[in-house]
């Protein structure tokens, strides 16, 4: 198992679609999928890519709440919001700040606010677990 630090990077976008997806054209789009292509291949190239992937639209999710006797499922994202989850990579990165890097990268080949979130290592866990 690598010892590289692991990120998540959620690419965020309007809530609503067009034909073209969240983008104004089909020129905008077509484009914003060839750099994100190119930005994918970088991340192969330059061995920072685990994963990655693009999501259908939040009105396609389904909730789950399995906490009581009975689990309950709803149509729809867990929350109603203006801007939804629509892809993400996880990566691996040295350090936070090559992670950052790598985000604004992505964020400008997709055309969409990325969040970075480091993936708790079993270091970190087991922090939270001693007394």
């Known amino acids: 198992m690598s010892t590289v630090p692991r990120y998540l990077l959620s690419v965020y976008g309007p809530a609503e679609h067009t034909e073209f997806g969240t983008y104004p054209s089909k020129e905008a789009m077509l484009q914003a999928f060839a750099d994100t292509g190119a930005f994918n291949e970088r991340l192969k190239r330059d061995g920072h890519l685990v994963f990655a992937d693009g999501l259908e639209p939040g009105e396609t999710a389904t909730t789950v ?67």
């Open 65 to 131: 709440d399995g906490q009581g006797a009975k689990p309950t499922f709803t149509d729809g994202p867990y929350l109603e919001t203006k801007e939804h989850l629509g892809g993400f990579w996880v990566i691996e990165a040295p350090d936070l700040d090559v992670a950052l890097a790598l985000a604004a990268e992505g964020s400008k080949a997709c055309r969409g606010t990325v969040e970075v979130r480091p993936f708790r290592t079993g270091e970190s866990v087991r922090t939270l677990l001693e007394p």
